[in-house]
């Protein structure tokens, strides 16, 4: 079974030119981390968000340090694993950003990012304050974007590409199963404490996205928007590859969830 989610329905009144900055930057500094080689080790540990570091643990000693701990958890958020760490995360900023930044407005996007990914950086080094073990990725900070995405466009459908073996589709499913789905996944792998991913940052971030999009989105901007297509709307994939673009201006019949 594959599934893939790929854009969302969601039109924008400006061009969402924080969201590509960002984009922009995590990529370039991944290859500026691979330009590194084996010095890309210690190029992790010196800018990636390390626990003992950040609280001044006797685990930090001998570590690298180039700029102050805390600005760590800042540039940790721009530090990536490898290429389908960087591709997962670059992913669900593409198709989400560009609707929150929309609704908090640019300047306000900067500071909604970094905080979420502060907040993430400090659920995750709560677990425990001594570990030497560093913390990279723009995941938390992307958390907090779906966290604030769902609240302000839960009923938005994310288009998405099913296939079973041979069989391809493109189906609208509506943000809240998306990021609902996500979010549940990341508490069901809580436990698996060697897989190298920071699931709390993660629900950290999402919470931290939730709680601040009310006092960060524009006045006249509300909450639970309605949706612009059809939940659950099914095409086939067109010969070619080709997958068919959402036709707003076409008369539709309203969805289960509108009035």
């Not at 919470?207 to 006092?215: E, K, Q, T, V």
């Amino acid at each position: 079974m594959f599934f893939f989610p790929f854009r969302d329905d969601n039109p924008t009144s400006a061009r969402p030119y924080i969201s590509y900055m960002l984009l922009g930057l995590c990529v370039l500094l991944f290859f500026w981390q691979i330009s590194l080689g084996a010095a890309q080790r210690e190029a992790i540990l010196a800018y990636g968000m390390v626990p003992a570091r950040l609280f001044g643990s006797e685990a930090a000693y001998g570590l690298p340090q180039v700029i102050p701990a805390w600005m760590t958890t800042i540039s940790s958020m721009f530090l990536h694993g490898g290429f389908m760490h960087l591709a997962g995360n670059m992913l669900y900023l593409w198709i989400f950003a560009d609707n929150v930044e929309d609704s908090i407005g640019r300047g306000k996007f900067i500071l909604f990012y970094i905080i979420c990914g502060i907040a993430a950086a400090l659920t995750q080094a709560m677990v425990d304050i001594h570990s030497a073990v560093p913390m990279i990725g723009a995941s938390g900070a992307i958390a907090g974007v779906l966290g604030a995405y769902l609240l302000l466009h839960p009923r938005a459908n994310i288009r998405c590409l099913v296939g079973f073996f041979i069989f391809f589709r493109t189906i609208n499913v509506p943000a809240f199963l998306v990021l609902g789905g996500w979010l549940v996944l990341q508490f069901m792998s809580l436990g698996q404490v060697d897989s190298g991913v920071a699931y709390l940052a993660h629900i950290g971030g999402f919470m931290a996205g939730m709680a601040l999009i009310p006092f960060f989105k524009k006045p006249g901007v509300k909450l639970f928007d309605r949706p612009h297509s059809r939940a659950f709307e099914v095409t086939p994939v067109r010969r070619g590859g080709h997958i068919p673009q959402i036709n707003r201006a076409q008369k539709r019949k309203k969805g289960p969830w509108e009035k």
